[in-house]
T-cell receptor, first 113, second 111 residues
Framework: DAGVIQSPRHEVTEMGQEVTLRCKPISGHDYLFWYRQTMMRGLELLIY????????DSGMPEDRFSAKMPNASFSTLKIQPSEPRDSAVYFC???????????FGPGTRLTVL | SQQGEEDPQALSIQEGENATMNCSYKTSINNLQWYRQNSGRGLVHLILIRSNEREKHSGRLRVTLDTSKKSSSLLITASRAADTASYFCATDYRPDDKIIFGKGTRLHILP
């Protein structure tokens, strides 16, 4: 398996633009997690899915953020409109069960100008 | 905040020495995990220790868990340059059962 795949790896956009981050989890993993990492706040859990259903989105910072998982092999995290404070590295991770080892993707480095 | 707190925030040691990092947490947990993150990369799982376990080993890694003190330690023996990375503990707290990561310890191995 290729591991968790994220795209794009880098994204530079201007304030107010829509940003869509994509993730392909490891096949057979039932759980998918979206994290945001910054120097100030560390690694924050934004939302996670079980069998394509959102379980906990309490970490989503505000209504500008939305996440979907239309099928077991694809998820998106969308920011609309984007703001400079959204600049961070966004990671997707997947796991077989909720509390076991999570496999992280390489991340998407987002810069909002 | 419920997240684990790693200590120290940063650590520099000579290659070949042992490195010890600690993680403290506030409430009862189910499991505690340690992850490594190399610069510019995603996190990689190192080891998981359950609340009823006290010690686990994996290669040069040794993890201990003291639930009475609500703390865990990660020991890397005979450090190598490739061990230079940030190390995070992750805990899943009862009853929410949400995994929360600490802010990490930055380890630098000096040649």
């Amino acid at each position: 398996d290729a591991g968790v795949i994220q795209s794009p790896r880098h994204e530079v956009t201007e304030m107010g633009q829509e940003v869509t981050l994509r993730c392909k989890p490891i096949s057979g993993h039932d759980y998918l997690f979206w994290y945001r990492q910054t120097m100030m706040r560390g690694l924050e859990l934004l939302i996670y899915f079980n069998n394509n259903v959102p379980i906990d989105d309490s970490g989503m910072p505000e209504d500008r953020f939305s996440a979907k998982m239309p099928n077991a092999s694809f998820s998106t995290l969308k920011i609309q409109p984007s703001e400079p404070r959204d600049s961070a590295v966004y990671f997707c991770a997947s796991s077989l069960t909720e509390y076991n080892e999570q496999f992280f993707g390489p991340g998407t480095r987002l810069t909002v100008l | 905040s419920q997240q684990g707190e790693e200590d120290p925030q940063a650590l520099s040691i000579q290659e070949g020495e042992n490195a010890t990092m600690n993680c403290s947490y506030k409430t009862s947990i189910n499991n505690l995990q340690w992850y490594r993150q190399n610069s510019g990369r995603g996190l990689v799982h190192l080891i998981l220790i359950r609340s009823n376990e006290r010690e686990k080993h994996s290669g040069r890694l040794r993890v201990t868990l003291d639930t009475s003190k609500k703390s865990s330690s990660l020991l890397i023996t005979a450090s190598r340059a490739a061990d230079t990375a940030s190390y995070f503990c992750a805990t899943d707290y009862r009853p929410d059962d949400k995994i929360i990561f600490g802010k990490g310890t930055r380890l630098h191995i000096l040649p």
